[in-house]
């Protein structure tokens, strides 16, 4: 099994003074889980919480805390790093930080760096609740961020809470895989919408299989992680065709639903949908289905419980997959296991014919959950990707499906 690294990208963290400076280490680890490269310049005041030792080491990179260290300067300037990132990070952001991003003061290097940047900010608010609710910094958080293009900040949280102060309100920093999700949004926000003009379909949700009008055989499939590929990838353009089955979500933007219940309406539904450059085929299909469905409902009786007669359903990503001239550029299963995640994801790739086997490892608790952790396996190779969020784990497909049709 290869470790690939999927889509990295250049984060430049700046790291302000506040006891959330601490959840910045645990933001670097993240960052480097999924596979991008941080960079971090450390305030004067965030060194009282953090030491530049403890972000070089999880950075691997010399941190920046002067903006006239010699030695700083000749090997990367500091406009140099402005530029260098894809994005930029303050994570914590100061009351302090946020006044001079706000007024375009630059008398350190978090600010210069701030000004001088051409790339996106993201503002990671960290404060006392009455700091964060005071009107001066209410205006320049809204100042900052209605900034025309690249100059409107982004911000994630600050979130509700107990302080470290005692108080109680909106002023935590965001956790860490919080600013991750902002930051992976960000950075697909980042390439455009690469999938403009093209089709794609995709299965999410269990499927409902009828044994008379009042009951069913059903599984406990969410949809969620089905959902957010549907909206990723109209994030980047794609005109979507979402086709459910029964769940408690709500169709995303941009995005077309089609609600069925058993597999074979599923069928019917992607059909409809063809043709598709892209088939992300999520939904977990009931294998069987019932014989004859009654049409009232069984009752009770003397003779004992019904024997219900199964039969297969058809698979609907192998006949997606098959060969023929309505066949989607890319098609994209699902395999849920439990154990040798990548030799039964492989074997399922050559048997239904699909391109890729997003591989869920179901061995932890994903059903129903916001996090999940995935294997992506091509004809090339595989990559295991850090436990993370359903909505990351969607961009990133998204994003790979997008580098992929662009090649
Ligand atoms: N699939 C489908 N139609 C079916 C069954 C499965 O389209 N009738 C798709 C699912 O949407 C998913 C992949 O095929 O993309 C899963 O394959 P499946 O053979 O059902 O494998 P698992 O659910 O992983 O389970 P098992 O290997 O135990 O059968």
Not at 99 to 106: I, L, P, Q, S
Not at 118 to 133: H, S
Not at 337 to 364: F, M, P
Not at 385 to 396: D, L, N, V
């Amino acid at each position: 099994m290869s470790e690939a690294v999927p889509t990295m990208r250049r984060i430049l963290l700046i790291v302000g003074g506040g006891i959330a400076a601490y959840k910045s280490l645990e933001l670097v680890r993240l960052l480097k889980k999924a596979g991008h490269e941080t960079r971090a310049i450390l305030t004067g005041a965030g060194a009282e919480f953090v030491t530049p030792l403890s972000l070089a080491a999880l950075t691997g990179h010399p941190v920046r805390q002067g903006l006239f260290h010699p030695d700083d300067e000749t090997t990367m300037g500091h406009i140099e790093l402005s530029r260098w990132a894809d994005l930029v990070v303050v994570a914590p952001a100061t009351a302090g930080l946020i006044a001079k991003a706000a007024n375009g003061m630059a008398d350190d290097l978090a600010s210069t760096t701030l000004l001088a940047t051409d790339k996106r900010v993201l503002l990671a608010p960290a404060m006392n609740v009455r700091m964060w609710l005071h009107p001066a910094v209410q205006a320049n958080v809204e100042r900052l961020k209605g900034f025309d293009g690249l100059h409107g900040v982004a911000v994630v949280g600050p979130d509700d809470g107990e302080m470290a102060c005692g108080e109680y309100g909106p002023g935590r920093m965001a956790e860490p895989a919080a600013i991750l999700e902002a930051i992976e949004g960000l950075l697909a926000g980042a390439a455009g919408r690469p999938l403009t003009g093209r089709r794609a379909v995709v299965t999410a949700g269990p499927t409902f299989e009828p044994i008379d009008p009042v009951r069913g055989l059903t599984n406990r499939s969410s949809g969620k992680q089905g959902y957010a590929i549907a909206a990723a990838l109209a994030e980047l353009g794609a005109e979507v065709t979402l086709v459910t089955g029964p769940t408690a979500l709500s169709i995303p933007t941009g995005v077309t639903g089609v609600a069925v219940e058993a597999a074979v309406q599923m069928q019917a539904a992607v059909r409809d949908a063809l043709p598709a450059d892209i088939a992300v085929l999520s939904a977990a299909v009931a294998d069987w289905r019932v014989d004859g469905v009654a049409s009232g409902k069984i009752k009770k009786g003397p003779g004992g419980p019904p024997t219900l007669a199964l039969i297969e359903n058809p698979d609907i990503l192998a006949g997606v997959a098959a060969p023929g001239p309505m066949r989607p550029k890319l098609v994209i299963g699902f395999a849920a296991e439990t154990s040798d995640l990548e030799a039964n994801a492989r074997a399922k790739l050559s048997r239904k014919g699909c391109d890729w086997i997003v591989g869920n490892d179901v061995s932890d608790d994903v059903f129903g959950s916001d996090g999940n952790t995935v294997m992506l396996v091509t004809r090339d190779g595989a990559e295991t990707w850090p436990r993370q969020s359903k909505t990351a784990i969607a961009r990133r497909l998204a994003t790979r499906i997008a580098e992929h049709l662009a090649d």
